[in-house]
């Protein structure tokens, strides 16, 4: 699998932390850094920014994963992805609303790339875990990954391995 430049991660990361930057250009470096990441991964297509008819939602990403890398044939076939570069950790209210997202589109796994991770206390599952909790036992599953975890990572094996960990946290100890 492909090694990733540490030069273009750190890069996007840095993007994405730029004040001088609207909130959108910064949240569209994440996405990007995301996309980068993903498209290593082999057997795996990505689309950006997909908008329903109506315009009531948006997709930050799309995966399609033939499943052809080792790790990945563990994650479904197709599973969104909602990029959060907030400075803050993402409330329970935004968890939500992805959620609902997987619902409306009938996809069981969404990926939370959470710049600074989420809400609540993960071993109480309070605040953004209860939300993904109760996600859980409905039906859909959501894992959470951090900007500190894109950045550690040196090239696709390592990040699908990293998907593939987060769902066996979440299905086996209910860990997000």
Request: with cysteine; net charge negative; glycine share 8%.
């Amino acid at each position: 699998m492909a090694d990733y430049s540490k030069e273009e991660i750190s890069r996007l990361a840095s993007l994405g932390k730029d004040k001088s930057l609207t909130t959108t250009e910064r949240g569209d470096a994440l996405e990007n850094l995301f996309c980068y990441l993903l498209r290593g991964i082999p057997g795996v297509l990505t689309r950006t920014n997909g908008i329903d008819p109506f315009r009531g939602s948006e997709i930050d990403i799309s995966v399609a994963n033939a499943q052809t890398a080792m790790w990945m044939k563990v994650v479904p076939s197709l599973f969104l992805v909602e990029c959060k570069n907030w400075d803050s950790p993402v409330d329970a209210k935004a968890v939500a609303a992805f959620i609902l997202k997987l619902r409306e589109k009938g996809v069981g796994l969404g990926v939370m790339v959470a710049a600074n991770g989420i809400t609540g206390d993960q071993s109480d599952l309070t605040a953004a875990y209860m939300k993904i909790n109760m996600a859980q036992q409905a039906g859909q599953r959501v894992i959470v990954v951090t900007l500190e975890d894109l950045r550690s990572l040196e090239n696709a094996e390592q990040l699908s391995k990293l998907l593939c960990e987060r769902i066996l946290e979440c299905v086996a100890a209910g860990r997000f």
